[in-house]
C-alpha cells in the first residue's frame, strides 16, 4: 500500500472528524487513516466562530462524546472550551498526527473496479476504500447573507457573525443585529453589556425558552460519583427530558406553546408585548427552538441595554435602517445575523464510474449513507438535540460496517435504490429558512426503515448499535461489479 493511499479518509477535523477518528482507532486498529481538514486548525464550528458570547445552545452533558466526559461547571459552554474540549480529546488519543491540515477536498470519484476512491485536495490525490465525510452541514467560506437597497450609503460598519473582526471594538456604539436565531439571541445580551445599546431587528419572531446555564443535578453527581459513572447519568436523563419535551411540542403543540409563554411573561416587564415580538405563528420546534441561558437576553431587555424590533427592512441609510414602518434605527454597527448557507458533503463534487451524484437526488440510508453511492458515510447529528448524539452512532455504525466488510472479503457497500420508498421529506426536517434555502444540498428522507431519518435517539441507538448492517445493503468484491451495475442500481 503506497503512502497516498488509505483505508479510510475522514474529510474534517471538527467536533464529528475528531469523534470518528476515535472510534476508529479503538474499534478498527488495522485500518490506516487520516483526517483531511480544509483548515489549518481542529475544532470546525468551535474554532471558525468567533463572535461575542459564542455558546454552544445544548448542554455539553450530550454535545460532549459518550467516552469523554465534560468536566467543566457549565453545562451551557462558550466556544473557546468547546475547541480546547475538542483538541483534548485529539491530543489524548494519538490523532492530532493524523490530520492533514490545509488540505480542502474538492472533489471525489468511485471506481468500482479497484474499489477505491480518488479525493482530489487543495494538495493533491489521495486514495482510501472508505470515504467518511465529517465536513459540518454550511459552506464555511460564505454565510446566508441577504442583500439591501441602500447598503453602500451606510455610514457605519456591517458585520456578517461568521467573519467576526477579531478586534472590533463596540465599546459605547449602537448596535443592531439583524436576525432572530441562535446567533442574534447570543449576541444582543454578550454586546449589550459594553454597548450604548443593542437592537434585534427582527422580521418574525422565535419560540425561546430560558435554561439555567449549570446542571444542578450533574454538578452533585459529579462531586459524589466517578466522572464517567456521572456524565453517563446526566446524559441519559438529558436526553430522556429533552426526547419528551420534542415529543410534547409534536404532540401539544398548544400546551407547549401556553407554557413557553407562560414563562416569557415571568422574564419580562409586565407590559411587554409578547404577541408581537415572542409569539410566533409557527409551532415550537416546527424552527430550531433558541436556548436563553440564565435569561441573559430577557434581563438585557428588561434592563433596557437591548430591545426587540419586529418590522421589515425598507432600506439602508447614512445613519442606520429605515423600516417599512418608516421609523429609522440608527447605528453605528450592523450586524447581519441572516444565518448559514447550507453545504452538502462539505461542497466536494462526487463521481461514482465516471457520473456526477448529488446528494439531493438520493435517499439517505439510516441518515448517514446515500442510495447508489458506495463505500461513502457521512455524520450528521440531531436538529431537535445535540449533534454528537448521532455522529456518535455513526461512527460505531461505520467501524461495525468496516468491520463487517474486512471479515466477509467484501470491497464494496453500496445502499441500493429502494424503489418502494417514498421520499417524504428533507432529511433535515425543520421549516427554518435556512433548510428550506438548501433543500438543494439535502438528501432526501424515506417512508420506510432503513430509509427514514429520525429525530429520535433511542430508535437510532437500537438501530445504529445493534441493527444489522447488511439491512439491504449490496456487498461486492472490487472489479466484480460492473460500473453499469453500480450506476443501474442507482437510478
Ligand atoms: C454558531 C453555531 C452554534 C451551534 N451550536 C450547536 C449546539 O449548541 N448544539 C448542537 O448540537 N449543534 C450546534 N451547532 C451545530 C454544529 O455545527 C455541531 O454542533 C458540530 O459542531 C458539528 O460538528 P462537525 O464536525 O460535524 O462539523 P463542523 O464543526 O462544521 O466541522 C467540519 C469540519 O470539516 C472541515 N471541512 C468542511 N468541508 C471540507 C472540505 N471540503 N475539505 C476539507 N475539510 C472540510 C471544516 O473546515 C471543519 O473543520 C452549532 C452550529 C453553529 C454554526
Not at 456521572?230 to 441519559?236: D, E, F
Not at 421609523?327 to 448559514?340: F, Q
Not at 433548510?435 to 437500537?462: C, E, F, H, I, M
Request: charged share 20%.
Amino acid at each position: 500500500m503506497s503512502a497516498m493511499d488509505l483505508d479510510v479518509i475522514i474529510v474534517g477535523a471538527g467536533l464529528s472528524g475528531i469523534g470518528a477518528a476515535v472510534h476508529l482507532q479503538q474499534n478498527c486498529p488495522n485500518e490506516t487513516y487520516a483526517i483531511l481538514e480544509g483548515r489549518d486548525a481542529i475544532g470546525g464550528t468551535w474554532d471558525l466562530f468567533r463572535y461575542p458570547g459564542i455558546r454552544s445552545d445544548s448542554d455539553m452533558y450530550t454535545l460532549g462524546y459518550r467516552f469523554k466526559p465534560w468536566k467543566a461547571a457549565k453545562a451551557i459552554a462558550d466556544g473557546p472550551s468547546i475547541r480546547a474540549y475538542i483538541n483534548e480529546t485529539a491530543a489524548e488519543h494519538g490523532i492530532t498526527q493524523h490530520i492533514r491540515f490545509g488540505h480542502k477536498v474538492i472533489a471525489a470519484s468511485w471506481d468500482s473496479a479497484t474499489a477505491r476512491w480518488t479525493v482530489t485536495t487543495s494538495k493533491g490525490p489521495l486514495t482510501c476504500r472508505f470515504l467518511y465525510m465529517c465536513s459540518g452541514y454550511y459552506n464555511y467560506g460564505q454565510g446566508h447573507r441577504p442583500t439591501w437597497e441602500g447598503e453602500g450609503d451606510f455610514k457605519g460598519q456591517i458585520i456578517h457573525p461568521q467573519f467576526w473582526p477579531e478586534h472590533l471594538d463596540y465599546t459605547g456604539k449602537r448596535i443592531v443585529v439583524i436576525g432572530s436565531g441562535a446567533t442574534a439571541v447570543t449576541l444582543v445580551p454578550a454586546m449589550a453589556s459594553t454597548a450604548a445599546h443593542v437592537t434585534m431587528l427582527q422580521r418574525t419572531p422565535t419560540w425561546m425558552v430560558s435554561r439555567p446555564s449549570s446542571d444542578a443535578i450533574a454538578n452533585v453527581l459529579k462531586a459524589m460519583l466517578p466522572a464517567q459513572m456521572a456524565y453517563n447519568i446526566v446524559r441519559w436523563k438529558n436526553v430522556t427530558l429533552g426526547q419528551y419535551f420534542y415529543r410534547q411540542t409534536r404532540n401539544n403543540p398548544g400546551k407547549v406553546r401556553e407554557l413557553l409563554l407562560k414563562r416569557l411573561a415571568k422574564l419580562l416587564p409586565a407590559d411587554y408585548d409578547l404577541e408581537t415580538h415572542f409569539t410566533p405563528g409557527y409551532n415550537p420546534w416546527d424552527q430550531r427552538l433558541c436556548l436563553v441561558p440564565d435569561a441573559d437576553l430577557f434581563q438585557a431587555l428588561s434592563s433596557g441595554k437591548a430591545s426587540i424590533v419586529t418590522d421589515q427592512i425598507d432600506r439602508f441609510e447614512a445613519a442606520g435602517i429605515r423600516l417599512r414602518s418608516g421609523k429609522l434605527l440608527e447605528a453605528d454597527i450592523i450586524v447581519t445575523a441572516t444565518g448559514l448557507k447550507l453545504e452538502a458533503l462539505g461542497g466536494m463534487t462526487v463521481t461514482v464510474d465516471g457520473e456526477v451524484r448529488r446528494t439531493a437526488d438520493s435517499l439517505a440510508y439510516k441518515g448517514m449513507m446515500f442510495s447508489g453511492i458506495p463505500n461513502l458515510a457521512q455524520s450528521f447529528g440531531y436538529i431537535n438535540a445535540s449533534w454528537t448524539l448521532r455522529s456518535d452512532l455513526i461512527a460505531d455504525y461505520v467501524c461495525r460496517l468496516l468491520n463487517h466488510m474486512r471479515k466477509t472479503g467484501m470491497d464494496i457497500a453500496t445502499p441500493p435504490p429502494a424503489p418502494d420508498v417514498v421520499p417524504e421529506r428533507l432529511a433535515m426536517d425543520l421549516a427554518s429558512g435556512y433548510v428550506q434555502r438548501g433543500a438543494d444540498a439535502l438528501p432526501r428522507s424515506g417512508n420506510r426503515a432503513p430509509w427514514v431519518v429520525t429525530a429520535d435517539y433511542k430508535y437510532d441507538r437500537r438501530e445504529l448499535l445493534e441493527g444489522p448492517v447488511t439491512d439491504e445493503m449490496t456487498f461486492a468484491k472490487a472489479g466484480t461489479v460492473a460500473p453499469e451495475r453500480v450506476l443501474e442500481a442507482a437510478e
